[in-house]
């Protein structure tokens, strides 16, 4: 029997959302049990959607469910929520979307909550403008945030706030980085358009194509030669920031999966140290390198413990980016707003703080250090890289500008939607001779 996508979906989004597991796993173990392209479309789309609007829809299921599923029925839950996702978010056919709903508790093995699931989207449709004006009436159900996060964001961006989370629910465009040691970014931006995309190239990113939906990418032309990769415009600054030159010696002190590493090396022939503590996620940054046909010394250790992997040699750039709260990528990484607690920034700042008080000291005078997060709050970022520089008497800020974004108490915020890319903090340091 051909699996359901609506099931599947449902069964994925429990785990997403009550069990804390990732997304991008859940997408990848699931998708291949679908032959059908369509079937595989739709699987994904209600599972990032799901996860995106969670916060929002979970909310109503409280007002309209007289007992609570989650607990002992949580993928008949997940899939009420999805139910109401194909109804508001992917405006399906009301009929088709409440039909089909219905049809996945067979498929799910639950044939006797059919009628509980069928009348509650029923009482959603009946009521639907009362209910979505409650949930509009809160920030965080508005744009599906968790209080903390929309609470954070009020605090530190009070101006940006609500711009900031409605484009995290916003679909982003496809980023491309054209590989300069491959060919020409003009004639790849050519070869994708001959193959029916909409390709063009970004107004002032030197390597960024950008294409306006999302599509596989192994399909695309010049993928399996290494003529491109997959990276936002915020996270391919950092290549222009730490600025790398022939002949360098070049840290990347928290590599995985490697797209800052390989651009670094597209961009200068340099000798680059690939540096990333988790074993798990090392094998990504050698598969980049391999199939971009880049070479780099990658190394498994622990950034904030050089005496493990250093071998007392300095070097000329620096690059951290820093392990954080991710909150900056939720438009991509919608499950992140799941799964991150108001708790874990006071703990990823003492590793923040851990990693680039360690690494300092390797770099060489006259050396240049770029302190990056894709992280929105002020204290993951601008905090950070004020106490390194009232504990080092030698560290000096190098000002910058970006076109699009706004200027920090040190360093550069982008904020999710600034020139349509993802939210990343940048600070660029240089030790004095």
């Known amino acids: 029997m051909k699996p359901d996508a609506r099931a599947l979906a449902a069964s994925g989004l429990a ?129 599906a945030h968790p209080d903390w996060l929309a609470a954070a964001l009020a605090t530190d961006w009070p101006a940006q706030a609500e711009a900031v989370m409605a484009a995290d629910n916003r679909e982003p465009p496809l980023m491309l980085r054209a590989n300069h040691r491959h060919g020409d970014r003009d004639a790849l931006v050519a070869a994708l358009r001959d193959a029916g995309q909409a390709a063009g190239a970004h107004p002032w990113l030197a390597d960024g194509i950008v294409l306006p939906h999302s599509t596989d990418v192994t399909r695309l032309p010049g993928f399996a030669e290494g003529a491109f990769a997959v990276q936002d415009g915020a996270a391919q600054v950092a290549a222009d920031l730490v600025d790398a030159r022939d002949g360098q010696r070049v840290l990347d002190a928290c590599a995985a999966p490697g797209g800052k590493a390989c651009h670094l090396l597209e961009r200068a022939g340099v000798e680059l140290t690939a540096l990333e503590m988790d074993g798990h996620r090392a094998p990504r940054i050698r598969q980049n390198l391999e199939r971009l046909q880049l070479s780099a010394k990658l190394i498994v250790g622990d950034a904030g413990d050089p005496s493990s992997w250093w071998d007392n040699r300095p070097f000329d750039r620096i690059l951290i980016d820093a392990p954080c709260s991710a909150s900056g990528v939720l438009r991509r990484r919608p499950d992140v707003r799941l799964h991150r607690r108001a708790r874990d920034i006071a703990a990823l700042g003492v590793q923040q703080r851990r990693i680039l008080h360690a690494l300092w000291p390797l770099l060489a005078p006259g050396g240049r250090l770029v302190y990056a997060t894709c992280s929105l709050l002020r204290a993951e970022n601008e905090a950070v890289v004020t106490e390194l520089l009232a504990a080092q008497a030698d560290a000096e800020v190098v000002p910058f500008d970006l076109p699009v974004g706004q200027r920090a108490a040190v360093g550069w915020q982008l904020l999710p939607g600034d020139g349509d890319l993802d939210g990343m903090y940048y600070a660029v340091l240089r030790k004095r001779p």
């Not at 009521?127 to 979505?132: H, M, T, V, Y």
């Open 15 to 143: 785990e997403i959302a009550l069990r804390g597991a990732s997304l991008r796993e859940v997408m990848e173990r699931s998708a291949p049990r679908l032959p059908d392209p369509r079937d595989r479309a739709l699987l994904m789309a209600l599972l990032s959607e799901g996860a995106r609007w969670w916060l929002r829809y979970d909310a109503a299921l409280d007002e309209l469910l007289a007992r609570p599923l989650k607990r002992k029925e949580p993928a008949i839950h997940a899939l009420l929520v999805l139910g109401l996702v194909q109804l508001e978010v992917l405006e399906l056919e009301d009929y088709a979307a409440v039909a089909a709903t219905v049809e996945a508790t067979r498929a799910l093995k639950r044939p006797a909550l059919a009628g509980l699931v069928n009348a509650v989207l029923r009482r959603w449709q009946r009521e639907r403008g009362d209910r979505l004006a409650g949930l509009d009436a809160q920030p965080a159900t508005r744009h």
